[in-house]
């Protein structure tokens, strides 16, 4: 259980999948053989480490393996393709590819396949990533085997360390926006055209206020732009920012 298998092959499998409303069929040699690939595996679609920072971090990372000779980053988890469809929609992450692993048979071929039925999942994957090289594992990141949903090594940035040390991080961008703005349409097209990826906080959405916008920015106004943490302003301070880079 929970075995390394770097050194190995991964395992041959075939993958039902669902798109465009018609069923296709992967196989493990199409995903892997000839190709630089990150897998990220996890326990389960919208459960809320996997929704809120596994995925998202792999998925803003993205460009940056990428350049560093990634081919193809893959989301995997021991759940049917209709759910990884309509997760993949939630999650609005286009950079990632969503493979259902729907009868836990390549996550049993890799040793990883747990039993959480004490949390009412029954069979479900490990949370690990793995760097593929031409379809055998050169790296592994197993989260270590203790009670509950560790999540410590198997993340996007301790991955991107191993493939790229000296990489540059793209700056983590918050933009808190209204519907209907315009200076927060000029906002995300500013973004848009650098190329930078942002996180979008909409006033009015999911008990977002503007309490909750003056909480954090001690303004009232839309946009508000943070990055890295620091609040750069309206939008009129994110093209001053902008043309400083």
């Not at 893959?74 to 993949?88: K, P």
């Not at 959405?205 to 839309?222: F, K, M, P, R």
Request: a negative charge; glycine letters at 8%; one cysteine or more.
């Amino acid at each position: 259980m929970l075995e390394n298998k770097e050194g190995q092959s991964v395992p041959q499998v075939s993958f039902p999948v669902r798109v465009d409303d018609a069923w296709q069929t992967w196989q493990s040699s199409e995903l892997f053989a000839g190709k630089k690939v990150v897998v990220f595996a996890l326990p389960g679609a919208f459960t809320p480490t996997c929704s809120s920072s596994h995925l998202p971090r792999y998925n803003e990372l993205a460009p940056v393996f990428k350049e560093h000779g990634v081919d193809d980053i893959i989301c995997l988890s021991v759940n049917d393709t209709f759910v990884m469809n309509a997760w993949e929609k939630d999650q609005q992450a286009a950079h990632i590819r969503f493979l259902p692993d729907g009868s836990g048979e390549f996550s049993e071929g890799m040793d990883m396949l747990v039993d959480k039925s004490d949390i009412g999942f029954g069979k479900r994957s490990w949370r690990y990533s793995m760097l593929v090289n031409d379809g055998v594992v050169e790296k592994m990141f197993i989260e270590a085997d203790v009670p509950g949903d560790p999540f410590e090594v198997s993340d996007a940035d301790t991955m991107l360390n191993y493939v790229a040390p000296n990489a540059i991080l793209p700056p983590k961008i918050s933009l808190f926006t209204k519907p209907g703005c315009p200076h927060c349409a000029n906002a995300k097209a500013a973004l848009d055209e650098k190329g930078l990826a942002y996180e979008v906080i909409e006033l009015g959405s999911d008990g977002i206020s503007y309490t909750s916008l003056a909480a954090v920015s001690g303004q009232l106004t839309a946009p508000q732009v943070f990055v890295d943490g620091e609040h750069i302003g309206g939008s009129e301070d994110l093209s001053a920012w902008l043309a400083n880079k």
